[in-house]
């Protein structure tokens, strides 16, 4: 059995395979938390990058949203282009990387405006054997606002890339809300039947919004949701994707233990706090206390990422 996450320095992360790395998610007992970050924007701390800031604050996991990979970017890190962007940033924050992609439906029914979405962030075979040449750990298939991500182009996209690389990498799908979806909204984010299709497509992990997150997501239905997936032999992780990261503490610590409630894997905590592309630096750490503690959490700052 692997050394669980929670315990893991930089040198056991390296040597693991795919494997061992859901393996070690699944030891941790609900204890994971997954920062999404976004590098082409102006870092926080301006010569810092998100990901540093994110890590200091104890994330153990990083998911990379808004990646060109035709044109990767990621500022605040000594070499911020270029195909090193990721091995840069696991070199500086000793992490597991994940990438969003988007699997963008164009035959779908939206809703509000719709954005157009450059080629190298959308999901395909190519910008994921990308994704794996870049380093990466792990690619979630999901999408970002008003984006016309379907589950029915998740599930496509998913199933291609899972045929060609899903002995290489982690594989998670899911939406964190509608996406510009005009069906997939509230309950009709995700249902069983969606989890069902998921696995059957290639996932390794379903990506659930956070109870308290969307309207209608309440901590009863997650539940059922994550109950469903484990019985199907996948992981979870809940998201909170809708700007909440960047709400006051009390709010943060209420969806952290619902979510634990649910019996999730993983916890994700978004990027559009203020300032844009990171969450609120003391929502990650409130966030990480109230679902392991502080012992946990201070030894996920103090690590050196040279152990």
């Given at each position: 059995?692997?050394?669980?996450?929670?315990?893991?320095?930089?040198?056991?992360?390296?040597?693991?395979?795919?494997?061992?790395?859901?393996?070690?998610?699944?030891?941790?007992?609900?204890?994971?938390?997954?920062?999404?970050?976004i590098?082409?924007?102006?870092?926080?701390?301006?010569?810092i990058?998100?990901a540093?800031?994110?890590?200091?604050?104890?994330?153990?996991?990083?998911?990379?949203?808004?990646?060109d990979?035709?044109?990767?970017?990621?500022?605040?890190?000594?070499?911020?282009?270029?195909?090193?962007?990721?091995?840069?940033?696991?070199?500086?924050?000793?992490?597991l990387?994940?990438?969003n992609?988007?699997?963008?439906?164009?035959?779908?029914?939206?809703i509000?405006?719709?954005?157009?979405?450059?080629?190298?962030?959308?999901?395909?075979?190519?910008?994921?054997?990308?994704?794996?040449?870049f380093?990466?750990?792990m690619i979630a298939?999901?999408?970002?606002?008003?984006?016309?991500?379907?589950?029915?182009?998740?599930?496509?996209?998913?199933?291609?890339?899972?045929?060609?690389?899903?002995?290489?990498?982690?594989?998670?799908a899911?939406?964190m809300?509608?996406?510009?979806?005009?069906?997939e909204?509230?309950?009709n984010?995700i249902?069983?039947?969606?989890?069902?299709?998921?696995?059957?497509?290639?996932?390794?992990?379903?990506?659930?919004?956070?109870?308290g997150?969307v309207?209608?997501?309440?901590?009863?239905?997650v539940?059922?949701?994550?109950?469903?997936?484990?019985?199907?032999?996948?992981?979870?992780?809940?998201?909170?994707?809708?700007?909440q990261?960047g709400?006051?503490?009390?709010?943060?610590?209420?969806?952290?233990?619902?979510?634990?409630?649910?019996?999730?894997?993983?916890?994700?905590?978004?990027?559009?706090?203020?300032?844009?592309?990171v969450?609120?630096p003391?929502?990650?750490?409130?966030y990480?206390?109230?679902?392991r503690?502080?012992?946990?959490?201070?030894a996920?700052?103090?690590?050196?990422?040279n152990?």
């Amino acid at each position: 059995m692997s050394k669980r996450l929670l315990d893991c320095s930089t040198s056991d992360l390296v040597v693991m395979t795919k494997q061992d790395k859901l393996e070690s998610i699944s030891a941790s007992e609900g204890r994971v938390i997954v920062s999404e970050v976004i590098g082409c924007f102006p870092p926080a701390l301006w010569n810092i990058s998100n990901a540093e800031l994110a890590c200091a604050f104890g994330a153990d996991i990083l998911l990379l949203n808004a990646l060109d990979f035709d044109a990767p970017v990621f500022l605040g890190v000594p070499e911020p282009k270029g195909a090193n962007v990721i091995r840069e940033i696991k070199r500086l924050t000793g992490r597991l990387v994940g990438v969003n992609l988007e699997p963008v439906d164009s035959e779908g029914e939206t809703i509000g405006e719709i954005k157009a979405i450059p080629k190298g962030m959308q999901a395909s075979v190519e910008t994921a054997k990308k994704a794996i040449e870049f380093g990466a750990d792990m690619i979630a298939l999901t999408g970002n606002p008003g984006t016309g991500v379907t589950n029915r182009a998740i599930i496509s996209s998913l199933r291609e890339i899972s045929r060609n690389y899903g002995d290489k990498i982690m594989l998670m799908a899911g939406k964190m809300h509608a996406s510009g979806s005009l069906k997939e909204a509230g309950e009709n984010i995700i249902t069983e039947r969606d989890i069902k299709e998921f696995k059957e497509a290639g996932a390794d992990i379903i990506l659930i919004p956070a109870p308290g997150t969307v309207p209608g997501i309440t901590m009863e239905y997650v539940h059922t949701l994550v109950s469903f997936a484990h019985s199907e032999g996948m992981l979870t992780m809940t998201a909170i994707g809708t700007s909440q990261e960047g709400s006051d503490s009390d709010t943060i610590k209420k969806i952290a233990l619902m979510c634990k409630m649910t019996g999730t894997d993983m916890h994700h905590i978004g990027d559009a706090a203020y300032p844009s592309g990171v969450a609120s630096p003391e929502n990650i750490y409130d966030y990480s206390v109230a679902i392991r503690g502080k012992r946990h959490t201070f030894a996920r700052m103090a690590r050196s990422v040279n152990r």
